[in-house]
Nanobody, 122 residues
Framework: QVQLVESGGGLVQAGGSLRLSCAASGRTVSSYLMGWFRQAPGKEREFVAFITRSGGTRYVDSVRGRFTISRDNAKSTVDLQMNSLKPEDTAVYYC????????????????WGRGTQVTVSS
């Protein structure tokens, strides 16, 4: 089992950057497929990015080229670097861990953090 805690959210102007971090305890992030999801007000939670055990990555089309997911196995953290932020990126961002090899479906992720708020002003 793994416990996940997100940090790094906040308020930023459009065009700015934020770096989210997810700290894992209990088991190292290298044991899981690690993902970031987000939920905007009034919307369903959606996949943002994942990183596989071997370091492969995938992104939702709306963030590809602007966001970068990375993992530090020694620190057991997974980061999401977010650049060129847009107001439509405003959401609560969640870190999640999955025992699957590849999945963009939230039902495939067994462990979740509580989320961190990202607000992008126009």
């Amino acid at each position: 089992q793994v416990q996940l805690v997100e940090s790094g959210g906040g308020l930023v102007q459009a065009g700015g950057s934020l770096r989210l971090s997810c700290a894992a305890s209990g088991r190292t992030v290298s044991s899981y497929l690690m993902g970031w999801f987000r939920q905007a007000p009034g919307k369903e939670r959606e996949f943002v990015a994942f990183i596989t055990r071997s370091g492969g990555t995938r992104y939702v089309d709306s963030v590809r080229g602007r966001f970068t997911i990375s993992r530090d196995n020694a620190k057991s953290t997974v980061d999401l670097q977010m650049n060129s932020l847009k107001p439509e990126d405003t959401a609560v961002y969640y870190c999640a861990a999955s025992s699957y090899w590849l999945s963009t479906t939230q039902d495939s992720y067994q462990y979740w953090g509580r989320g961190t708020q990202v607000t992008v002003s126009s």
